[in-house]
């Protein structure tokens, strides 16, 4: 059972444009949602972050919108740069357990 | 900053042997921690929650005597895989919760082959 989702598996981009990563997720419990970003062979580094109560949060390039009615957030990067290239990992988790539960990852390639 | 690290980085062992893995937290101390791990292309998951003190609580289909867990100190926890085999082969990732935050720092994270 994936409660975290991540559909679209890889996503290229020109530099100087907009990325933006999805992720859907199915239990409603789920309170705090995270945006990790991962290079191969390193432990993932974190991003971003939005509370449920929230609905949009912006740091600098980074801006996470959550829609909770339909369990949907997305990452929004812009203007892409080369260096965004990686695997990003949107997770999820409840306030009542700490866990975090990870989506399947999107790989996203800016091109110069 | 408050850094998590993993030690070793790499270990290649031979099948039926045990492996450990250390999971420090630096500068801050962490009742709890967090085994990941993630096979190539794929998501993280989570194994286990270590606790300082009490025993470690599975994830669902995680063998608790092949993963042996111990959370010796507020900055400690390991992971043995006992009696290893090739399909333990993986990268596991440990983490800890950042103190009165919300997020959680990772480790940089060990690759096991079993040969």
């Known amino acids: 059972d994936q409660q975290v989702k991540q559909n679209s598996p890889s996503l290229s981009v020109q530099e100087g444009r907009i990325s933006i990563l999805n992720c859907d997720y199915t239990?409603?419990?789920?309170?705090?949602f995270l945006w990790y970003k991962k290079y191969p062979a390193e432990g993932p580094t974190f991003l971003i972050s939005?509370?449920?109560?929230?609905d949009k949060n912006e740091d600098g390039r980074f801006t996470v919108f959550l829609n909770k009615s339909a369990k949907h957030l997305s990452l929004h990067i812009v203007p892409s740069q080369p260096g965004d290239s990686a695997v990003y990992f949107c997770?999820?988790?409840?306030?009542?357990?700490?866990?975090?539960?990870f989506g399947q990852g999107t790989t996203l390639q800016v091109k110069p | 900053g408050a850094v998590v690290s993993q030690h070793p980085s790499r270990v290649i062992c031979k099948s039926g042997t045990s492996v450990k893995i250390e999971c420090r937290s630096l500068?801050?101390?962490?009742?709890?921690m967090f085994w990941y791990r993630q096979f190539p292309k794929q998501s993280l998951m989570l194994m286990a929650t270590s606790n300082e003190g009490s025993k470690a609580t599975y994830e669902q289909g995680v063998e608790k005597d092949k993963f042996l867990i111990n959370h010796a100190s507020l900055t400690l926890s390991t992971l043995t895989v006992t009696s290893a085999h090739p399909e333990d082969s993986s990268f596991y990732i440990c983490s800890a919760p950042v103190p009165h935050g919300e997020t959680q720092y990772f480790g940089p994270g060990t690759r096991l082959l079993v040969l």
């Open positions: 997770a999820a988790s409840s306030s009542n357990t700490g866990k975090l539960i």
């Open positions: 500068d801050f101390q962490a009742t709890t």
């Open positions: 239990n409603s419990m789920f309170d705090y």
């Open positions: 939005i509370s449920s109560i929230k």
